[in-house]
Every structure is written in C-alpha cells, then in structure tokens.
C-alpha cells in the first residue's frame, strides 16, 4: 500500500493518464461528495484490476457502477470497505477519502470503517441462525446489550428493510428458510441495523426473480433518503431505474462518470455508447 | 470379440466387483457374530448385570471374579485425560491452520499434523516408557510411572491430528460469504471466527471430537504399555489401571480356550465393539445433518 502526501495530492491533481478524461469524468461540485476516490489503482498479483480510477460519491444519492464483466466494478466497490484487504497478494494505490480520512491510514481500522461502510452481497449471505439473531449480530459485536433495545432496533431494521410484514410472525425461525428475495432483504436489514452512512450494493439482485428484484429496487430508491448508496450492477435497466450518477468500467478503467440521465442519453465516449446499446458486455 | 461374449465379460466384470465389495460387510458380519457367540456364554454364566456392575475382576482366582467394571472405569479414567489434551490441542491446531495461518505456513504444518497421526501406536507407547513415564513418576513422586494419566497424555497427543485435521476440514468448509459477511458488518477476526466460523463448522467439529474418542477407546498398544495393569477401581489419575482393551490383549494369551475367562474377554470385547459403534453412528449422524444444513445455504 503506497502512503501519499495528501496535501500535494489534492493540488496536483490531474486526469493526464485518462484519455480524454476531462471531458468524461464528471464530477459535481454542487453536491457533498462523502467518499472521494483519486487515482486508485489495485492490483492482485500480476493483473492490474483497476487503473488510476477517481470519482466522488455524493451524499444521499445512488452511485452506480456498471460494465461488462471482469471489468472491475466487483472490485472497486470492495475496496471501499477495504473487503479487499482478504484478497490474496493485493496491492493498492492511490487514495479513497470518507469525509476527508484516508481510509488506508494507519488509524483508521478497516473494523471502523466497515461500521460506517456497509456491504450487501451479491449472494444472500444470512448466517444459520434466526431471523433476529441474524439482525442482533451486528448490533451485538457493536456493544448494544439490552435486550429490549436489540428487539427494537431489529423490528426497526426489517420495516426499513420491507420485510418486516411478510415475517414478523417467524423473526426466531432459521432465516434459511426464506426464499432468495427476503434473505436478501434481510441482509439489507442486517446491514443498516447498524447505522451506517454507506452502503455498498454489490448486485444484490444477480440471483433473484424480477418481482424479488423490482422490490430490492423500490428499497434502494426508499433508502437513498437515509444512506449513501453505491451499487454495482450488470443490468443498465437497473442502473437507469435507481441510480443518480453513473460509473461505465471498461476493463479496469474508469470510461465515463456523470449523472445517471447523461450517461444514457448522451454518452460522451464511444464505448460507453456501445455498452449501454448492447452492442457489447 | 462377439457381442454375446462381450456380455459375458461385462457381466462377469460386474459380478466380481459386487462379490468382493460385498465381502467388507461379510466380514464385519462375522466378527459381529463371533463376538456374540462367544461373549453369550459368559453373559449366561455370570448374568449380564452383575458382570457389568461388579468391582472385581479376578479371573484366575477361584472362585474367579468377572466384574468389568473396574476395567470400564480404566478406559473412562484414561479416556477423559486424553480428551482433556487433544480437543483443546487438536482444535487450536485447526483453528490456526486454517483461519490465520498463511499460505506457506499452511502448506508445511498441515503435512506435518498428519504425518503424526500416521505414526505407529507402538512407537507412542515407548516415548511414553522412555520418557514420559519416568517423567511423571518423579514429577508426582509416585512409586510407579505407569498410570492412567502417562497413557492418558500420550493418547491425547496421539489423537490430536485426528481431531485437528477433521476439525481444520469442516473450519474450511464453511462458506467464504458468511465470514464476509461478518466482516462487513465489523467484526474483527476474533469475533469472526467465534460468533460465526466455528458454530457454522460445529457439527463437524463435534463429529471430529467423537470419531477422535473412538479412536482413543479402542487404542490397545499404548494402554498396555503405560497404564500399569492394575484392575482396580481408580480412586485418582495417577493410579495404575486396566482399560478393557488392554484387559483383552494381555489375558487372551493365557486364558484358556473355551473357559469362562475366555468368554468374559468376548464379553469385554463385546461392549467395547458396542460402544464405538455407537459413536460412530453418532457421528455420521450429525455430519449428516452438517452436510445438510450447509448445503442449503451455499
């Protein structure tokens, strides 16, 4: 991991190795950018998964990231909560500031970070264990012993969540038992039980029906009152239907970031055209 | 070759190979039949009940004692000690092997654990005469080395790798995404692997425990050599006792053929047979029930 200068950093700061890049990385300064990502660049043993990547994620809208697979979207948005710390001989670059800290300085712990920066799974990923233990985890491992005061928060998160209805009469049955579209919901729930200020979608809907998918979608549009959301999908209908700004990755490069609305009706980069036509991914 | 004698051959082929897998159940048959047969004699003369609750076991007396319970009480006594060493051995070897070792120590010291567990029987037993007998001895000041907690440690150091290595299998098998998901919620690796890793491998760890006291139940060289012999009631560890297995293997010699001593050892050896088999019935049963759970969730 490379320590930059922060402070020359920011002065220095220059798109020249994108090509192009002025015209088709866009960033707004109207909106508070919570996360600020400059000139990151990863790598796990010889390949190069991302290059010199650098975007802002605004506070309470949807980030999302698209592009073909193996383009890297999986991986840039798991080194945002530094998931890509398990990721065998990883090498990371350049900086991501969370309200100006540096989230790979040494006093900012990636158990800290991922509090604040929570991730939904592309695979529904409940424990075995109940419906309200799966809730009470986290909130448990983050202090909170009263017991009241977890059932609470845990009947909170699942009406957040939508799911809440459909389950309350079974909240200590085995969350296995739920079908793929209320696991998923339930780790939506599990995730924001804990107060965070980001989530980290990471297609949350590849394994799920399109009812189960339109739902996920209302949630996302319905929490991006309360969170900053970025989500990584492979379904531009997705992207179009939740998202404000808009990331095209191309093979590890950062092709194109605007509003959502540009992006796709006038796409300023021929790749991103042909992307999101169908002519390719 | 005509189509009729390539029949013949396919089937012949078929035909073997279904006799001989067939002849592994054969002989467990026929050892569970020898067995009764000839512990059915000694549960006849000197009633079930009584062999199994008495305190003396004596033999070659006469009148001769056949109560089994001392030697029962030997192989719990030893039994005990050994788990009390190898589940918290075996398990931190598994947990370090496969949640916090990296790569490279991982690929030398996997090897190594199961290169222990293939170390021959006799071989613990004479570093248990050798040293560690010696050790004890004069470590407690007692009159004799050979009790029931030298055979206990060398047996528990013996049944280590069995418990290490199920437990690191069933410690990897649990799926990457609920560990994930542990740390995305902020858990550190402590936390990870306490709240979430090791109860979703549970099964398989109790499974690993189970197959490891059977393993320790039946071991017969080490007890002979190190647990002095003594059919007596053990009152503490650092008595001399006589497990059943080594009951068997020293008597069976010198008993007389056809006599009631004879038939009591198929009695001993009887129970023992039924005692492993439960556990591993056991343990099938809930690795079973591990595979399961799992599976659904992958």
Known sequence: MLKLDTEKKEHNFSYTSVKNAMEKVILDPSQKARIKVRNLNFSYGEKQALKNISLDIYEKKVTAIIGPSGCGKSTFIRILNRMSDFTLSSKVEGEILLDGKDIFSKDFSPVE????????????????????????????????????????????????????????????????????????????????????????????????????????????????????????????????????????????????????????????????????????? | MSIKSENFREKAIEYTLFILSLSAIIFLAGIIFTLIKEAIPAFKEIGFFKMLLSKDWYPTYDPPDFGILPLMAGTMVVTVIALLISIPLGLACAIYISELAGKREKVFLKPFIELLSSIPSVVYGFWGIVFLAPAIQKYFDIPSGYCAITSGIVLGIMSAPIIASLSEDSLNYVPKSFKEAAFALGSNKFETLMNVTIPAAASGIITSIILGTGRIIGETMVVLMLSGGA????????????????????????????????????????????????????????????????????
Not at chain 1, 113 to 125: C, E, S, T, Y
Not at chain 1, 159 to 181: D, F, V
Not at chain 1, 242 to 250: E, H, I, N
């Open chain 1, 113 to 281: 970070l991922r509090k604040k920066v929570g991730m939904v799974f592309q695979k529904p990923n409940p424990f075995p264990k109940s419906i309200i233990e799966n809730i009470a985890y986290g909130l448990k491992i983050n202090g909170v012993k009263d017991k009241h005061k977890i059932e609470e928060k845990v009947i909170k998160s699942l009406k957040r969540a939508a799911l809440y209805e459909e389950i309350k009469n079974r909240i200590n049955e085995s969350a296995l038992g739920l079908s793929g579209g209320q696991q998923q919901r339930l780790c939506i729930a599990r995730c924001i039980a804990i107060e965070p200020e980001v989530i980290l979608f990471d297609e949350p809907c590849a394994s799920l029906d399109p009812i189960s998918t339109a739902k996920i979608e209302e949630l996302i549009l319905e929490l991006k009152n309360y969170y900053t959301i970025v989500i990584v999908t492979h379904n531009m209908q997705q992207a179009l239907r939740v998202s404000d700004y808009t990331a095209f990755f191309l093979m590890g490069e950062l092709i194109e970031f605007n509003e959502t609305k540009k992006i796709f009706e006038n796409p300023s980069d021929k790749r991103t055209e042909d992307y999101i036509t169908g002519r390719f991914g």
């Open chain 2, 231 to 298: 059919a007596i009631m053990p009152t503490s560890a650092l008595e001399p006792v006589r497990p059943m297995t080594s009951a068997i293997a020293a008597e069976m010699g010198e008993a007389a053929f056809k006599t009631l001593h004879y038939y009591s050892l198929f009695a001993i050896a009887l129970i023992l047979f039924a005692i492993t088999f439960v556990l591993n019935m056991l343990a099938e049963k809930i690795s079973k029930k591990y595979r399961i759970k799992l599976g659904s969730s992958r």
